[in-house]
C-alpha cells in the first residue's frame, strides 16, 4: 500500500531548476532513501513534501490526499513529521521540554486554555510529560531528560531531535541527513535506531550522504541529479546502475 505518492513535482529558484518533474512513491511501513550529489535538490524535495515550500507544478498524495500547498503545520497534524538537516533544538530548554514540544502539535488544549490553568490542562500536561519521557527512554537518552539542549553532544541533539519528531504521533517520518555529523560509532546507533522506528510501523523517509547507512537500511532508494530522477528501486538494482555509477565515480576515460 502506498502512503505517500509524489507526481511529476517541478520547483525553479530563480535562472535554477532545483527539481524537475521527479515522480516517485512510498510504501507504507517501508525505509526509502533519497540520494544523489550535493546540488541534486534533496533538501528541496524535502521541503516540498513537508510543506515549507510551495511547488511550482505536480502533486503530493499523503494517504490519497493532496498535501501540496498546505502549511507545515497543517501537514503534520495529518502525520507526516520530519526533522532537519541542521539541528532545530530550543538551547535554552531541557531535552524533555523539546520533546513535549512536538507532543503539543495533537493536544486539545490552547493557548486561553493555558493562560486559565485549567484542572483538565493539567491532566493534558502529565500526560504529555510522560508521553515524551518514554519516547526519550525509547531512544536510550532518558537520563538525558532534565539536561540543557545546549549542553548536549551533537550526537545527543540529533537523538532529541527525533524522539520530538516522534512525539508529534506521526505515520511517515522524513528524516534529512540523520547521520550529518555523527562519528562511526553514533552512525551506527543512528541506523539501529532508524530500524526500530520502521519496526514500530512508521514509514520512515530519509535523504543521507552516508551510502554504507543508506545500503544497509533502505527498502527502496531514489537517486536525484541535477534535480531529476534517474534510479528508483531496492539497493542492488541502484548499486549496480549505470547512470548512478557514473554520478557518483564519473565517466571512465578509457
Known amino acids: 500500500m502506498t502512503i505517500l505518492e509524489v ?4 520547483k525553479r529558484f530563480g535562472g535554477l531548476q532545483a527539481v524537475k518533474e521527479v515522480s516517485f512513491a512510498v510504501k507504507q511501513g517501508c525505509i526509502k532513501a533519497v540520494i544523489g550529489p550535493n546540488g541534486a535538490g534533496k533538501t528541496t524535495l524535502f521541503n516540498l513534501v513537508t510543506g515549507f515550500l510551495a511547488p511550482d507544478s ?9 498535501i501540496h500547498g498546505k502549511s507545515p503545520h497543517e501537514i503534520a497534524k495529518r502525520g507526516l513529521s520530519r526533522t532537519f538537516q541542521h539541528i532545530r533544538l530550543f538551547a535554552h530548554m531541557t531535552a524533555l521540554e523539546n520533546v513535549m514540544v512536538g507532543c503539543h502539535v495533537r493536544s486539545r488544549a490552547g493557548f486561553l486554555a493555558g493562560m486559565l490553568n485549567l484542572p483538565w490542562t493539567w491532566r493534558e500536561e502529565r500526560e504529555i510529560r510522560e508521553k515524551s519521557l518514554g519516547f526519550l527512554s525509547f531512544l536510550g537518552i532518558a537520563d538525558l531528560a532534565e539536561a540543557n539542549a545546549a549542553s548536549l553532544s551533537y550526537g545527543q541533539q540529533r537523538a532529541v531531535e527525533m524522539a520530538r519528531a516522534l512525539a508529534s ?4 517520518l522524513l528524516l534529512d541527513e540523520p547521520a550529518a555529523g555523527l ?9 539501529k535506531l532508524i530500524q526500530r522506528i520502521r519496526d514500530l510501523g512508521i514509514t520512515v523517509l530519509i535523504v543521507e550522504h552516508d551510502m554504507s547507512l543508506v545500503m544497509n537500511i533502505s527498502d527502496e532508494i531514489v537517486v536525484l541529479s541535477y534535480g531529476e530522477k534517474i534510479a528508483d ?3 542492488h538494482a541502484v548499486q549496480s546502475n549505470p547512470e548512478v555509477v ?6 571512465d576515460d578509457a
Open 7 to 10: 507526481k511529476n513535482i517541478s
Open 58 to 66: 505536480g502533486e503530493i498524495l499523503y494517504r490519497d490526499l493532496p
Open 169 to 172: 504521533g506521526p505515520a511517515m
Open 183 to 191: 562519528n562511526m560509532r553514533e552512525t551506527a546507533d543512528a541506523a
Open 233 to 235: 528501486g531496492g539497493p
Open 246 to 251: 557514473t554520478v557518483y565515480l564519473g565517466e
